[in-house]
């Protein structure tokens, strides 16, 4: 590996990652499709730029995903690295303290939406891949890369593709760098990860909206309505009341919560850091890795309906929507859990509100071994950089393509260099550059050493 890489391109490289985090590539809002098709261009040019032969850029019903391969390199190993181009939306944009789209360094952080949500570590990778190629071009082993731009607001088009050409991850390992350290000098590994059932529950209790004077006190409320049923989902103690979810649950092992056991924790920093709230919720006595790891969850996202002007208008809703979702652990397949809510809410719904829930997008929910050699590469490339190997935890958020990147047997290393304070999904979202330049050299000697096995 070129080890002065990294210090000598580095203006070179911020340039770029910049140019990269300013597409706003919002893949859930209709009006950002052509930004998305930009930020897919980018990956497909910086390809061609880094040498690469084959690179397609693959339509589908959706935005496009991006596959590229490395120059053959013959009896060498062959990785497959995933990532995706698309960002969650900006808001609230007044929280910003800089504009989301316009990279922004204060104290050697990198402030912009998809600075460490995927486009940022995508970037480590390609430039790891960069910074490893030999005098002829070619990369120690053999790279193929597959970036989607839907992960963020869950598109089939890279499930198609991968259902109608399997072929593509027959490979030896998959390289997932979408994930983060478990805290601050302690890289991480994922054995599990939570998969995702989102959904919308809309309820009608009138034919139209009706003025509250008339009728307050006599009309169903669709919006109160709705509020109850989804409280009684949930209740106070943080139980979720959908049947048959917690006795279908498969615990974590003696030996994953030994090492849990073993892990630093401050509750109180974990409180006042990255929940940044007064206090912890959730199912009472269980602790907080079970909570975050090891348990089945349901949020409200957002509810819409009635009247949210500005001003003052008096009507009584007909209809109210939530979007809601639950994460779902080992155990709880994402049929299941469809299955199992409608159950749920068909015994809170009241008898005078008509109801239906429209499921947007999940992915079932992912259990993985980590004693495949390629994890023992990772372990000592982390050790040489970094100075700490990486610690095996789980992970609270959903990759739903993740089972499909494993249909061809290869082990999948899900790891990545975020920080738990970088903020994904929020405002302010960052990457402090340090784990950048660590990470393209920690990327870049696991190539390497991967050709060595």
């Known amino acids: 590996m070129d080890h002065e890489f990294v210090n000598r391109e580095q203006p070179r490289l911020l340039a770029e990652l910049t140019e990269f985090l300013a597409i706003p590539s919002i893949s859930t809002l209709p009006v950002h499709a052509g930004d998305c098709r930009r930020a897919a261009q980018w990956l497909v040019d910086q390809l061609f730029a880094l040498g690469c032969p084959t690179v397609q850029l693959i339509e589908g019903n959706g935005h496009p995903v ?12 062959t990785l497959l690295i995933y990532g995706h181009y698309d960002v969650q939306p900006v808001d609230p944009i007044e929280e910003w303290h800089t504009p989301p789209f316009e990279a922004s360094i204060r104290d050697g952080r990198l402030y912009a939406r998809g600075a460490i949500d995927d486009k940022g570590q995508v970037f480590t990778l390609l430039k790891a891949y960069e910074a ?8 120690p082993i053999n790279v193929h890369f597959i970036f989607e731009g839907e992960e963020e607001c869950g598109g089939q088009v890279i499930f198609d593709l991968l259902a109608a050409e399997p072929e593509r991850t027959d490979v ?9 350290y478990y805290a601050e000098g302690w890289p991480a590994v994922y054995t599990a990860m939570r998969g995702m059932c989102y959904a919308e529950l809309h309820v009608r209790t009138l034919e139209r909206d009706l003025h509250s004077g008339s009728y307050g006190g006599v009309a169903p409320n669709a919006i109160e309505t709705l509020i109850r049923m989804l409280t009684d989902l949930k209740g106070r103690s943080g139980k979720i009341r ?6 279908s649950v498969i615990p974590p092992t003696k030996a994953e919560r030994k090492g849990w056991a073993s892990l630093p924790f401050d509750e109180e920093a974990f409180l006042r850091d990255e929940v940044t709230g007064k206090a912890l919720t959730g199912l009472e006595g269980r602790t907080v890795f079970d909570r975050t790891w090891a348990l089945p969850t349901f949020e409200i996202h ?6 949210t002007g500005e001003g003052a208008k008096t009507v009584i809703p007909a209809v109210g929507v939530a979007k809601i979702s639950m994460r779902l652990v080992p155990g709880l397949p994402l049929a299941f859990a469809q299955k199992q809510l409608r159950k749920g809410i068909e015994r809170v719904a009241p008898a005078w509100a008509d109801w239906e829930l429209k499921f947007l997008h999940g992915g079932d929910p992912v259990q993985m071994a980590v004693d495949h050699p390629a994890f023992g590469v990772l372990d000592r490339a982390f050790e040489e950089v970094v100075g700490r190997r990486t610690v095996a935890v789980r992970a609270g958020g959903s990759i739903p393509v993740i089972p499909e990147l494993a249909r061809g047997g290869a082990p999948v290393l899900l790891t990545g260099i975020g920080l738990p304070d970088d903020g994904l999904h929020s405002p302010n979202e960052k990457v402090d550059l340090q784990q950048v330049w660590d990470g393209i050299r920690v990327f870049g000697r696991f190539f390497e050493m991967l050709a060595e096995q």
């Open 132 to 139: 490893v190629r030999g005098a002829d071009g070619r990369p």
């Open 242 to 247: 959908v049947p048959k979810l917690y006795k």
């Open 66 to 77: 991006v596959w590229g391969e490395s120059p053959k390199v013959e009896g060498a190993p």
């Open 302 to 307: 957002g509810i819409k309906g009635g009247f």
């Open 172 to 180: 030896d390992a998959v390289l997932v760098a979408d994930m983060g």
